[in-house]
Nanobody, 127 residues
């Protein structure tokens, strides 16, 4: 099994920045792709970003249109950690952010494509 623990959420003013972290533990060698999703009450969980291995030391990342140019996903496999740097935050970015991992290559935007999930961290952006 794989366990994921997020941190870094909080309250920030519009235009500000936050960096989320997600540490994986357990059978981390099975993880090929890691991603971030977010959810607001009453809505489905939505894809934010994901990063997958595309070579021995290279990665490919993709983003939801709503965060392109503002958010950056990165990973440090030595630390079993994935990061989400969020800049120019907007009130509509307010949500619970979830870390996810899958044991296959390739970025996927569907929630069902991910095998492991964290508990989530709240991000609130005030106007």
């Amino acid at each position: 099994q794989v366990q994921l623990v997020e941190s870094g959420g909080g309250l920030v003013q519009a235009g500000g920045s936050l960096r989320l972290s997600c540490v994986a533990s357990g059978r981390t060698f099975v993880i090929m792709t890691m991603g971030w999703f977010r959810q607001v009450p009453g809505k489905e969980r939505e894809f934010v970003a994901a990063i997958t291995k595309s070579g021995s030391n290279t990665y490919y990342a993709d983003y939801a249109d709503s965060v392109k140019g503002r958010f950056t996903i990165s990973r440090d496999d030595a630390k079993n950690t994935v990061y989400l740097q969020m800049n120019s935050l907007k009130p509509e970015d307010t949500a619970v952010y979830y870390c996810a991992a899958r044991n296959r290559l390739g970025v996927r935007v569907e929630e069902r494509s991910y095998d492991y999930w964290g508990q989530g961290t709240q991000v609130t952006v005030s106007s």
